[in-house]
Structure formats: structure tokens, C-alpha cells
């Protein structure tokens, strides 16, 4: 198969660089400079495991000494599904060492997700835990390697712990070579890579389907997390929590984790996302920043407003990876005693940040702005014209660290972009005149309820304002009469309102009618994904069959 990955023309290639956005350094020749930089300083803390950055640096010689010995070189694409442990960024940068590229798996996937990113990917090796959350891996993987047969990519499993008695299995303690000679295995810092090159493939957010794959180049990411790292002033100081899955792209670089080892500051990694276990690490790290999924948010509110912790080093909490309710907003920085962030990002490229001194109101009701004066916004109607500002219209989206292409999906990438070069997102926003965004919905997260739109989340915050619910979630499901009917699941600490009394509730609130759930089922909680979105697929799944 020969196919070209589609990316920047040469002109605007040479305009990013003229403006400095694409400084021509690979991540690999990153993690040299900063150990010469700020050699003695903590960059990375799990647990009772702590890493300074030349350890990190040296750890990466030697990860990477013991991947080349498996014969993983540059270019070659590395499946990574870790849990928040320090390993995760130990493979991480003794990958880019070699020039060799992860794709961020989530600790959630299994045999679908993941035999998916290995035949796309053509991944050589897939790197697991043993075990995690009560799964093992290690069977997974066994399962993924039937799976691809003899004649797959597929070449190696390392686990992270225990390989069990699987002889094909290496454990990564065994990658670990004591001492790396200087002049190694490994030419450069980076095994020959090139800046330009795909330095890691993310995964798209896509509500429908498999994942596609997402190539960023070590210049385009690096901006990425480097324009959010000015937005945050972040500087030495930082101690940035990682709470989300290190793999998602808000926590690794928006700016999280690589824009807090760009300016010198120190990593902690949290092995859940418990405000209790994140609260405890806020005392002994001093975490000045951390980011939260919206459904997060209400649990560590109220855990901070019951009391007894410290959490005077705190200064800046984000929210991001879906909308998060506007009275949500408001309540968080009160309770934590912090700033809070809105960022409504994509990792295809596009971040929005509200700053740090942004107007509350602004702060509270919209999802930021560019973080580049380089993005290019447009949002635009159902035929592709642009929109006057604080008109709702799909955002497209291109800049310096926004794709121009998806990984091997050519048929995909016809539709997906504009001629010229702009990414269509999906989302439904509407610009304010300051250029800050308010989310408004998806394309895709529409009930088409006989014709008449209802936009999910519109509903869903009018559904959290009804005193009996605590969260919700709008879920379209076929409907022979409508073709779409919409079902409302509630969380509710007592019996649920009926269908009938929301959609008076809804009516009082100027709803028009259309907008009330056809349907209303109350859960114990909501499912998510595993970047910490709602899953109205298994929601919409678990209703009784017609
Ligand atoms: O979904 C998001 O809002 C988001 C934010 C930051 C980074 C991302 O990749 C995201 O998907």
C-alpha cells in the first residue's frame, strides 16, 4: 500500500517556522536539553518513585537501548496502553529516543480497540500492564496476537510487572539495560528522527465507530503544549497532577504533562482519579495545577467544601473534554479556592483556553479561545458559509497544530476536510466578539426528532436545573414514528420525575416542547469512555429492544 500522509504545503510550513512556532527539535533532543537545563530538579513523581530530570534522561537511554535491542527503530509504531504510572512516560521517551512513535492507546480499550490500532497502525509491538483495574492485559494481548496471526505487524508484547509464563512476552524490567554506552545503538537523540516527522498518534474522539489515528509531528506538538504553556505561565514551579489518562491529549499537552517538563517543572502522577487520592497528592507535591473531566467536577467540589484539606498550593484547576454546566463553573472555584480553566480541545489540534484573567462570566458560560493567533476559526452553516458571530455554526478548524490528514484513512480524509485544508470538527459553537467559543452541541450529538434539531447538551443542562437530578444524559435512539425519539438518562438520590413532570419542568424553563425527553430512565450513574466523556452508545445499548 502506497499512500502519502497529507500535511502542510512547503509555504505554510516555512511561515510556522519563520513565526517560531516549529522550532526543528525532536522530543528526543527536548528531553537532552532539559536534563542539561534543569538537570537536579524532580520532573517525574509515582508514588514513592521519584525521577529527576537527568534520571528521566538517563532512563530513556537505557528504555531505548533495550527497544532497539527487540530491532524497534525510527518510524516504527508502538502501541502504548499504560495506566497513570511513571512507565508511561518512561516508554514514552525511550520511544522518541529512538524516533520510534507511540500511539496512545487508553487503558480502557480492549481486543476491538486495540487489534484496530495495531492493523492500522501496523504497530510492531503494543507495550501493556500486567494487570489494571482487575483485567489482565496479558490476556488481551494474547487474544490481539491470535487475532493478527503470523502474518500481522504484531511482532512484540512488553509488559509492564508480571509477564506471566507466556515465553513471548518481555518483561520491560529486562529492557532496562544497566548502562548504555554514550555512542550506543541509537544515532542522535532521537534515532535519526526529523522534527517533522510523526512523532505520536493519537486517537480521535470520534462518537461513532473505531478511533482513527492522529499524526502530530514533533513541531506541531510541541507548539501545541508550548502556546498552552504561555497561556498558563507555567514556569520551574509547576506541579502539575495528572489525573486523566495520561494517554488523553488535554492531560499530555494541553499543556499537562510535556508543557510542564518544557518549563522545568515536576510531573505527579495520580492512580485515580478520586478527589480523595488527587487531594492527598495536592498536600504532599504541592500541585499547583491539574486538570478534571466535567463528571469529575461535582465530586471534587464537594469533597473540597466538606474540608479538612490543604489546598493552599492549588491555583488552577481545568475543566475540559466535554461542557461542563455553568453552575458547575461557578461553584468549583469557590469550593477549591482556585482559578478555573475552561478547554475545549480537539487532538486533532484546535485548543481553546479561557485565560487565566478572563471575566468570571466569561470564565463560567463560554469554552475559551485559540490559544495560537495562528489557529484559523470559522464557523460556518449547512452549506459551508460562514456565520455572523454568536450565531451557532460547525467549527473548522486549521492552524500550525491542526491536522491536515488522518492516519491511513484517505477515504475519510475526502470528507473531513475542507479543499483547502480545513479540519471540519464536528462541533456546533458559536463565537463571541471576543473570539472566545461557547460549545452548543455536536453535528453528531443532534436528536433529529422528526425533523426538528434538539441539541443534547442543551437539554441536558436544563434537565440538571430540575432539583431531583443530579446528572443526565440525552441519548437519540430509532423511533419508527420519529425516526429519532430522545430518552433522558437521569442520576437521582430519590425516584425520578416522570416524562410528564420534565417536560413541564422544561416548559417552565421556556423549553420549546419538541425538546423534552420522549422517554426518561432513571440509572445509578452514567458510563463513560475512557477519556471521561458520557457513553451514549452503551447508554442508548442498555434500553430494551424494541
Ligand atoms: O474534548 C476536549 O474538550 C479536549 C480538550 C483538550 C484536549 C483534547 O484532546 C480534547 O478532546
Known amino acids: 500500500m502506497t499512500e502519502t500522509q497529507r500535511t502542510w504545503s512547503e509555504a505554510e510550513s516555512a511561515r510556522y517556522r519563520a513565526a517560531g512556532h516549529w522550532q526543528g527539535v525532536t522530543f528526543g533532543a527536548r528531553l537532552r536539553t532539559w536534563a542539561a537545563a534543569h538537570g537536579g530538579r ?45 512507565e508511561f512516560l518512561l516508554v514514552w521517551f525511550g520511544l522518541q529516543r529512538l524516533g520510534a512513535v507511540p500511539v496512545h492507546a487508553m487503558p480502557g480499550h480492549r481486543r476491538r480497540e486495540i487489534g484496530h490500532l495495531v492493523r492500522v497502525a501496523g504497530a510492531v509491538a503494543c507495550v501493556v500492564p500486567d494487570r489494571h483495574a482487575r483485567f489482565d492485559h496479558r490476556e488481551l494481548m494474547r487474544e490481539v496476537r491470535a487475532e493478527q496471526g503470523p502474518g500481522g505487524s504484531l511482532r512484540h508484547v512488553v509488559v509492564v510487572g508480571d509477564p506471566g509464563n507466556d515465553e513471548g512476552f518481555v518483561p520491560f524490567a529486562a529492557l532496562r539495560t544497566p548502562a548504555p554506552s554514550a555512542s550506543g545503538p541509537v544515532s542522535g537523540d532521537a534515532g535519526g528522527a526529523d522534527a517533522a516527522d510523526v512523532a505520536l498518534l493519537l486517537l480521535s474522539g470520534g462518537t461513532t465507530g473505531l478511533p482513527k489515528l492522529i499524526p502530530r509531528t514533533h513541531d506541531d506538538y510541541a507548539y501545541n503544549a508550548r502556546a498552552c504553556v504561555e497561556v498558563c505561565a507555567l514556569d520551574a514551579r509547576t506541579v502539575y497532577l495528572a489525573v486523566l489518562p495520561l494517554g488523553f491529549n488535554f492531560t499530555f499537552a ?129 452549506d459551508g458559509r460562514p456565520v455572523p458571530d454568536g450565531t451557532a455554526g460547525e467549527l473548522l478548524t486549521r492552524g500550525p497544530y491542526t491536522l491536515r490528514g488522518y492516519y491511513r484513512a484517505e477515504e475519510h480524509n475526502r470528507t473531513a476536510f475542507t479543499p483547502d485544508g480545513y479540519y471540519r470538527s464536528g462541533d456546533v459553537v458559536r463565537r463571541l466578539a471576543s473570539g472566545h467559543l461557547v460549545v452548543v452541541g455536536r453535528i453528531k450529538d443532534q436528536i433529529n426528532r422528526g425533523g426538528e434539531k434538539v441539541a443534547a447538551v442543551e437539554v441536558e443542562e436544563q434537565l440538571l436545573t430540575h432539583p431531583a437530578i443530579t446528572a443526565a444524559a440525552l441519548v437519540g435512539v430509532p423511533d419508527e414514528r420519529w425516526g429519532e425519539r430522545s430518552v433522558a438518562f437521569v442520576v437521582c438520590a430519590g425516584t425520578a420525575p416522570g416524562a410528564r413532570e420534565v417536560a413541564a419542568h422544561l416548559k417552565e424553563r421556556g423549553l420549546a416542547g419538541y425538546k423534552a425527553p420522549d422517554e426518561v430512565v432513571q440509572v445509578p450513574g452514567l458510563p463513560l469512555t475512557a477519556v471521561g466523556k458520557v457513553d451514549k452508545a452503551a447508554l442508548a445499548r442498555g434500553l430494551p429492544r424494541p
Open 42 to 86: 524532580v520532573a517525574l513523581v509515582d508514588g514513592d518513585r521519584r525521577w529527576t530530570y537527568a534520571e528521566l534522561d538517563t532512563e530513556a537511554d537505557r528504555v531505548a537501548a533495550g527497544l532497539h535491542g527487540l530491532g524497534i527503530g525510527r518510524g516504527d509504531r508502538v502501541v502504548v496502553q499504560l495506566p497513570n504510572r511513571a
Open 254 to 382: 494541553c499543556p499537562g504533562v510535556l508543557g510542564t517538563l518544557m518549563a522545568g517543572g515536576t510531573v505527579v502522577v495520580a492512580p485515580d482519579p478520586s478527589p480523595q487520592t488527587g487531594y492527598a497528592l495536592v498536600e504532599r507535591e504541592g500541585v499547583t495545577l491539574t486538570s478534571l473531566t466535567p463528571p469529575l467536577v461535582p465530586h471534587w467540589t464537594q469533597e473540597a467544601a466538606a474540608g479538612g484539606w490543604d489546598l493552599g498550593s492549588l491555583s488552577v484547576v481545568q475543566v475540559g473534554g466535554a461542557r461542563l454546566p455553568e453552575d458547575h463553573a461557578r461553584t468549583l472555584g469557590p469550593a477549591l479556592g482556585v482559578t478555573v480553566q475552561q478547554v475545549f480541545g480537539m487532538a486533532e489540534g484546535l485548543i481553546n483556553l479561557t485565560r487565566l484573567d478572563d471575566p468570571e462570566d466569561l470564565v463560567c458560560a463560554t469554552q475559551g479561545r485559540p490559544v495560537s493567533p495562528d489557529d484559523e476559526v470559522l464557523v460556518v452553516d449547512a
